[in-house]
């Protein structure tokens, strides 16, 4: 996956002068995580530029520089080194579009790393698209697969917004794909329904597209049925997609990594129960990481929900069923 | 122990109190058209900054930052630029901006709980008003990258108040900006006090302008209510940075005659005396002195000038007042450039439940 987000940066880089990518370490180092590599030699230390040390200024500058005409592709090493930029993000990138009429706008692509499951250091394993899917005015994005990664990241770059692209850190080098490097882009704003089935609608997204896929070929093995929505794009959530699944399957397992409380899950949860609840035979159910802080790495299999927690949580959904 | 780097912080006063020239006048100084276009920009900004209190003391307004003794830093500043540099201010720039072409009218809608303020006619690459303390000076840093990366002989000006400087932000946009010699300037408004807490409260530093010292980059003070000394200063800092030698921090010390907002009671906090003894001080007065010295104004000028600011304010605010009260379409309008389903559904149901609210 994240040489197809190298690629998908190069391809729009060559296409689109206005692109310039910054952030720590993306220079000569092609990123921590390799996901610039290769740019700054191609196209210069002008376009691709390591800042400072300072996230605010990353994404500050970003605003800068896309108010005044460029579309910059900003890295934050990891999703828990955010925190900083959230107020320049809340405050400024979401609401320039709106509070100047449309006059000033912030076509931004903020990347992160998402997510654990790679042994990393604290703070280095974080979910918390809860806090950007809250704010009025953002995309967030993420992707699942090779082929994903660049139509998304095109999609992105090319959005007239900002948008928050969260890569699931151990989907990095998970598996291999071939993707042409043709400059499609992938629709946002669309889930993508990954299997069909009958019996049950597994919502997730991220990493844990992963682990959803195994539980639904073992729920398979059993005779349920299951259908797998990645989400792709967590706010705003496709709810059309959703809601015609679960119409069609009368059951919902969402899986999330993140923590369960007001997570994104709450919200498909909410919708559904809205606009979907007399399609449903059986209560929603939420597999979710626990309402605690991530903890350090012995225990970080034990947070992000496992195959068999999901596979559990469906059959629960499917023996409660009226 | 050897020293390894030393700093001094020079400050500039082209004008004292009193109307005089301290000094060797830039040339600007000595061209009395230009002088007076520049008190006229200043007479215009103290008169609407009046009106502006008052029609928020009458109901009229919102929330109004007055910037009441702040009026020579803020055409000093404006007329430093050019018209294709980039202003990213305060909430307080009224003389900059009115100087920069955002009309009185887009200033008092703003104020007035209307977004379209903030559509500026004039300036249209200015950044709007910032609330959110200091995090305007990042994208001024970020303009200038963008000029930088493109070539373009343009500077970004970012202005910031004293309390600002306490803002990690603010550290940030400077070393950022030093690091990569961007063309910006970095303009702090010392008037004394954030709200209630004075400048002392705020840092152990000595100046403000040394600040500038830990970001490898220039800082200097000038006299904030000496118009001169203001422009001249922001001026050269300008070309500087237009010939790519990078940034610099102006301090410029003035001092807020009035209350932090029209929320604020400054009373509460500093003395009468205090505040007189600034007033001593404030800015138009040296400059007309100045011009009366030099033969060039006398007291009919002066009414000529207040009465035409007062038609132009007037003709303004009676616009403003006139301004129809945008539909609830306007919360939904801009916030994407393609509004998701949801929200569209969102933005029907308030066209619904429109005027059902308090008022």
Redesign the interface.
């Known amino acids: 996956m994240v040489e197809a987000i190298a690629m998908a940066h190069g391809w729009e880089m060559q296409h689109d002068p206005a692109v310039v990518v910054i952030g720590e370490d993306v220079g000569a180092n092609g990123g921590v995580f390799r996901a610039t590599q290769g740019l700054q030699q191609r196209f210069g230390a002008e376009r691709v530029q390591d800042t400072p040390l300072a996230e605010a200024a990353i994404a500050g500058v970003a605003i800068g520089m896309a108010a005044q005409g460029l579309k910059p592709v900003a890295e934050i090493q990891f999703m828990g080194f955010l925190y900083p930029a959230l107020d320049q993000i809340i405050n400024h990138m979401s609401r320039m579009r709106h509070r100047t009429r449309g006059r000033l706008t912030c076509p931004i692509v903020m990347r992160m790393p998402h997510g654990g499951g790679i042994h990393a250091p604290e703070h280095h394993s974080e979910s918390v698209e809860t806090l950007l899917c809250h704010v009025p005015g953002l995309r967030v994005v993420s992707p699942t697969s090779p082929a994903r990664a660049y139509g998304l990241l095109l999609a992105a770059i090319r959005d007239p917004d900002p948008v928050m692209f969260l890569e699931p850190t151990r989907l990095y080098r998970a598996s291999r794909q071939e993707v042409p490097d043709d400059g499609r882009a992938l629709p946002l704003d669309q889930a993508f329904v990954l299997r069909e089935g009958s019996d049950v609608t597994l919502v997730s997204w991220g990493a844990m597209i992963a682990e959803t896929l195994q539980a639904a070929a073992e729920l398979a093995d059993a005779g349920i049925d299951a259908e797998v929505i990645d989400l792709a794009t967590l706010s705003p959530v496709d709810a059309a997609t959703i809601l015609d699944s679960v119409a069609k399957t009368g059951r919902l397992v969402i899986v999330q990594e993140a923590a369960r409380n007001v997570g994104v899950g709450a919200e498909i949860a909410a919708i559904v129960a809205e606009d979907g609840l007399f399609d449903l035979l059986a209560p929603i159910r939420r597999v979710a990481g626990y309402d605690t802080v991530m903890p350090l790495y012995r225990l970080e299999r034990d947070y992000i929900p496992s195959v068999r927690r999901i596979v559990d949580a469906v059959r629960s959904t499917v023996a409660d069923s009226r | 122990m050897r020293t390894v780097i030393e700093f001094r912080v020079e400050s500039l006063q082209r004008l004292d109190p009193d109307g005089n020239a301290v000094g060797e006048l830039p040339a600007f100084a000595l061209d009395p058209d230009e002088v007076l276009r520049m008190y006229g920009a200043m007479t215009l900004a103290r008169a609407f900054d009046t009106k502006a209190v008052n029609l928020q003391r009458t109901g009229q307004l919102g929330t109004y930052a007055s910037c009441l003794g702040h009026e020579a830093t803020h055409i000093g500043i404006g007329a430093a630029m050019r018209a294709e540099d ?1 202003l ?1 201010p305060v909430y307080r720039e009224v003389g900059t901006q009115l100087w920069r072409g955002v009309t009185m009218r887009e200033i008092l809608l703003y104020w007035g709980g209307d ?2 303020g ?3 006619s004039g300036p ?2 200015d ?2 008003w910032c ?2 303390i200091a ?1 305007q ?14 070539h373009e002989p343009r500077c ?1 000006v970012a202005t910031i108040g004293d309390g600002g400087t306490s803002e ?2 603010f550290y ?2 400077l ?2 900006a030093g ?2 010699a961007l063309p910006v300037v970095f303009v702090v408004v010392n008037n004394g006090w954030a709200i209630s807490v004075p400048v002392a409260a705020q840092t152990a530093a000595r100046t403000l302008a040394q600040k500038a010292i830990a970001a490898g980059i220039p800082g200097l003070q000038v006299d904030g209510n000496d118009l001169f000394a203001v422009r001249e200063a922001v001026s050269a800092a300008l070309e500087r940075a237009r010939g790519g030698g990078g940034p610099t921090l102006v301090e410029a010390l003035t001092y807020r005659l009035s209350d932090h907002t029209t929320a604020d009671d400054a009373s509460r906090y500093r003395s009468a005396r205090e505040v007189d003894d600034a007033r001593a001080l404030e800015p138009l007065l040296r400059t007309r002195r100045f011009l009366e010295k030099a033969d060039r104004w006398n007291a009919d000028r002066e009414r000529a000038l207040l009465e035409e600011c007062a038609g132009s304010i007037d003709a303004a605010v009676a616009d403003y007042l006139a301004a129809p009260r945008p539909s609830t379409d306007a919360m939904f ?5 393609n509004l ?4 569209r559904e969102q933005r029907i149901a308030a066209r619904r439940h429109a005027g059902t609210g308090g008022h």
């Open positions: 980039v990213a977004e379209r903030n559509d500026f249209r690459a950044f709007p609330v959110p995090t000076t990042l994208h001024a840093a970020g303009a200038a990258m963008a000029f930088k990366i493109r970004a990690g932000a940030e946009a070393n950022v690091a990569r309008d801009h916030l994407f450039a998701p389903e949801r929200i």
